[in-house]
C-alpha cells in the first residue's frame, strides 16, 4: 500500500489563490462558507489561524484553528 504524504501549513499571500480556487462539490455549497469569505472572517478574528491542508504538493482543504484563551 502506497502512503501519501500530508502537510499542514498556514494560508499565506504565496498559497492564498490556491486556497480560493478550492471549491466544494455542488451538493455542499449550501452547507459552507465559500474560502474566500471564511479567510476574510479570520482576519478579522485575531484567535482564528486557517491552514491549508496539502496532499503531496497539492491543497486539498482549508481549515481554520481557533485559538482560545489567548
Do not use: F
Not at 480556487?21 to 489561524?49: C, F, G, M, Y
Amino acid at each position: 500500500m502506497s502512503q501519501t504524504n500530508v502537510a499542514l501549513l498556514p494560508i499565506s499571500k504565496e498559497n492564498e489563490i490556491e486556497c480560493i480556487s478550492l471549491k466544494p462539490r455542488e451538493d455542499q455549497l449550501s452547507l459552507v462558507a465559500s474560502n474566500a469569505d471564511s479567510l476574510i472572517h479570520a482576519t478579522k478574528e485575531i484567535t482564528s489561524k486557517p491552514y491549508g491542508i496539502y496532499a503531496e504538493d497539492s491543497m486539498v482543504l482549508m481549515g481554520i484553528i481557533g485559538y482560545l484563551g489567548l
